[in-house]
């Protein structure tokens, strides 16, 4: 059983910054990637960012050059530092992993963020 628990979401004022945190726990044998995806009300879940063991990183479009992923391997951890928060980012983020060899996909229960305007 694997668990992923994020942290850190909230209410912040557009311009602003917050930074997600997930930490995984239980029968993990290898992590492939961890990441992040987003829902916002009436839409659907859509990728935000992923990073690999290698620690290449890819970012949707609508985020690159305002949110940073990053991983502590050694502490099964995954962060997402968002800056320059729009209201569009408002949204349920889910943490995501996939293992290896496997691929077998979790998420977590998500963290709220909203952006006011």
């Known amino acids: 059983q694997v668990q992923l628990v994020e942290s850190g979401g909230g209410v912040v004022q557009a311009g602003g910054s917050l930074r997600l945190s997930c930490a995984a726990s239980?029968?993990?044998?290898?992590?492939?990637?961890m990441g992040w995806y987003r829902q916002a009300p009436g839409k659907q879940r859509e990728f935000v960012a992923t990073i690999g063991n290698g620690e290449s990183t890819n970012y949707a479009d609508s985020v690159k050059g305002r949110f940073t992923i990053s991983r502590d391997n050694a502490q099964r951890t995954v962060y997402l530092q968002m800056n320059s928060l729009k209201p569009e980012d408002t949204a349920v983020y889910y943490c995501?992993?996939?293992?290896?060899?496997?691929?077998?996909?979790?998420y977590g229960q998500g963290t709220q963020v909203t952006v006011s305007s």
């Open positions: 239980g029968s993990i044998l290898h992590i492939r990637t």
């Open positions: 995501n992993l996939v293992t290896s060899p496997f691929g077998y996909n979790y």
